[in-house]
C-alpha cells in the first residue's frame, strides 16, 4: 500500500490544519491506521491511531482533546484534525498502517508509511 500525506502548511499559533493520508494500491479497512510526528533533532512520537472500523480512537495524552483522527473507509482515507496549534507541534507529520498485533504506539511495529507532510506553527 502507498500512503500519501498531505494538508501541512503554516499556520499561527492558536489555529487549525486538517492532515489527510490518502492510500492506494490496497485498501485500508483492514488495518489499524496511525500518525506520528517528528520534530528537529527528536525522535519520532505517536500521535494518534484509529482501529479498523472507527469505533476507536488513540490519543498522545498530551495531545488528547486539541487532536482529532477520523477515517473514511470508502475513500481510503484519514485525517488528523489539529486544532489549537502550538510552536511545539511543529514537526513533519506521518501516517502510518497495520502494526498488526502489535502496539500502536510503536512506530517500528507499522508496516507501511507516507511520505511525511510539515507542519510549522508560528508564535
Known amino acids: 500500500v502507498q500512503l500519501q500525506a498531505s494538508g501541512g502548511g503554516l499556520v499561527q499559533a492558536g489555529g487549525s490544519l486538517r492532515l489527510s493520508c490518502a492510500a492506494s494500491?490496497?485498501?485500508?479497512?483492514?488495518?489499524?491506521m496511525g500518525w506520528f510526528r517528528q520534530a528537529p533533532g527528536k525522535e519520532r512520537e505517536f500521535v494518534a491511531a484509529?482501529?479498523?472500523?472507527?469505533?476507536?480512537?488513540y490519543y498522545s495524552d498530551s495531545l488528547k482533546g486539541r487532536f482529532t483522527i477520523s477515517r473514511d473507509n470508502a475513500k481510503n482515507t484519514v485525517y488528523l484534525q489539529m486544532n489549537s496549534l502550538k510552536p511545539e507541534d511543529t514537526a513533519v507529520y506521518y501516517c502510518?498502517?497495520?502494526?498488526?498485533?502489535?502496539?500502536?504506539?510503536?512506530?517500528?511495529?507499522?508496516?507501511?508509511w507516507g511520505q511525511g507532510t510539515q507542519v510549522t506553527v508560528s508564535s
Open positions: 484509529i482501529s479498523r472500523s472507527a469505533s476507536t480512537t
Open positions: 502510518a498502517s497495520d502494526p498488526g498485533s502489535r502496539s500502536i504506539y510503536n512506530s517500528g511495529n507499522y508496516y507501511y
Open positions: 494500491g490496497r485498501t485500508i479497512s483492514s488495518a489499524v
